[in-house]
């Protein structure tokens, strides 16, 4: 059991204040019914019953106030449980250097094979879009359930020069907000509806730079996992290619992944296809405290009513002494 605003418990420390002044308030009438009336007239004190139901009565009122504490603060359990992310973006270079051949047949080969193994591995609910991004990026196909649609958009890919990553993302990120994967806010990364799975060789050359798109990424709460293809040095005047996805991965809560072979690539994706597990959910229960409260409240009312007598008569009286 846990609690969304536990600051509300303290006021459970009132509970027994209120029951104390009920006790007070009920003498006080007590003792006033006993001054001011002579019970040989009129009888005011009310039947065994009645007392009973009026304590009953109080009682579910102290709790019905205490279960509306209880309500305040927001209980929740956790659940432990198999979660589908619902959108997944993968995002491809399609740079020239992808064409080279250290992995097979090449690398942008390799990297379309593994990811049609992915569509087999992912969940099959799951909404999975494609960006490709060279000296720009193009959303290819929108987040859906269709495999074949992915599959179709993984054949012909344009080649041309540059490696736009901070493109790539900011596309994966519209394609994610336009599928409405991101209407409901996620509490951190580890709990988002949406996933970036971005494959590159090189370091940043193009458009956008990487780390604000990581940045928006990360208020997003979309976390980016990194593959790198190859073992490319980089740009000498820049970021190498590991430095760029390190810090894309761990800005976003993300992964990232160096694959210097086909079959390092090939389990990454297989990897990534099957991690959509043992996530920690919370159930909220406040619903239940406040029905409890009500049906309090409803028992106590009932209580009440069949507490309301009229004042007893007491038995004539002569005031000729019999003989």
Known sequence: MTWRSPEWLWAL????????????????????????????LIDLRPPRRVRALRVVAALLAVLATGLGVVAMARPARAIDGKETRSTIMLAIDTSKS????????NRLGAAVQAARRFLEVAPEDAAIG??????????????????GQVRAAFD?????????????????????????????????????????????????????????AATRAAELRVPIY????????GRPDGLTPTETLTALANQTSGVFTPSTSTED???????????????????????WAVLGAIVLLALAAAAIAGSEVRPRQPEPFSLVERR
């Not at 494609?130 to 987040?143: C, D, K, L, M």
């Not at 490696?163 to 509490?187: F, K």
């Not at 690539?265 to 619903?287: K, M, N, Q, W, Y």
């Open 156 to 212: 012909d890919l344009p080649i041309a020069e540059g490696t736009a990553i901070g493109d790539a993302v900011i596309a994966s990120l519209s394609a994610i907000q336009g599928s409405g994967a991101l209407a409901e806010a996620p509490e951190n990364a580890r709990t988002s509806a949406a996933r970036i799975l971005l494959l590159t060789d090189g370091a940043n050359s193009a458009g956008s730079d990487p780390l604000a």
């Open 130 to 147: 494609f960006v490709t991004f060279s000296n720009g990026a193009i959303v290819r196909v929108s987040p859906t359930t269709d495999r």
């Open 265 to 287: 690539l090939r389990r990454v994706f297989e990897d990534i296809g099957v991690a959509f597990a043992s996530v920690r959910r919370l159930e909220e229960l406040t619903v």
């Open 226 to 233: 990194t593959v790198l293809l190859g073992n490319d040095a």
């Open 98 to 105: 992808m064409l080279d051949t250290d992995l097979t047949p």
């Open 13 to 40: 420390l009132a509970l027994p204040l209120l029951g104390a002044a009920m006790v007070a308030w009920a003498r006080d009438r007590k003792r006033a019914a006993a001054r001011y009336a002579d019970p040989l």
